[in-house]
Nanobody, 127 residues
Framework: QVHLVESGGGLVQTWGSLRLSCAAS????????MGWWRQAPGKEREFVAA????????IYADSVKGRFTISMDNAQNTVHLQMKSLGPEDTAVYYC????????????????????WGQGTQVTVSS
């Protein structure tokens, strides 16, 4: 019941950077636990990064570790994904997701751990 809208996607060249944002809205919600996922053509949706404001941690898939940074704003209604050193392998539709459970320990790599999903934003990295 929380509406998530991603933005910031687009076309970027190899080694370029993009910053994705995910705005959350609703009558009553929290963005304490959030994640970013992506899905490339012909592939399954894969975990990219997660952040827990409650738990005070961030975690990244090995494929993006050191290049991507997930963060939340002070109001906890927007989550960002700063992407650097992009390559063609990063081309995908990127989705933000929210976990309603406010506990700080959770299985961030499971799609079933998330309750709300955005429609996605396309990121295309040209070679």
């Amino acid at each position: 019941q929380v509406h998530l809208v991603e933005s910031g996607g687009g076309l970027v060249q190899t080694w370029g950077s993009l910053r994705l944002s995910c705005a959350a809205s609703g009558r009553a919600f929290s963005t304490y636990n959030m994640g970013w996922w992506r899905q490339a053509p012909g592939k399954e949706r894969e975990f990219v990064a997660a952040i827990s404001w409650i738990g005070g941690w961030t975690i990244y898939a090995d494929s993006v570790k050191g290049r991507f940074t997930i963060s939340m704003d002070n109001a906890q209604n927007t989550v960002h994904l700063q992407m650097k050193s992009l390559g063609p392998e990063d081309t995908a539709v990127y989705y933000c997701a929210r976990r309603a459970d406010s506990r700080g320990s959770w299985n961030y790599e499971s799609r079933e751990s998330y309750d709300d999903w955005g429609q996605g934003t396309q990121v295309t990295v040209s070679s």
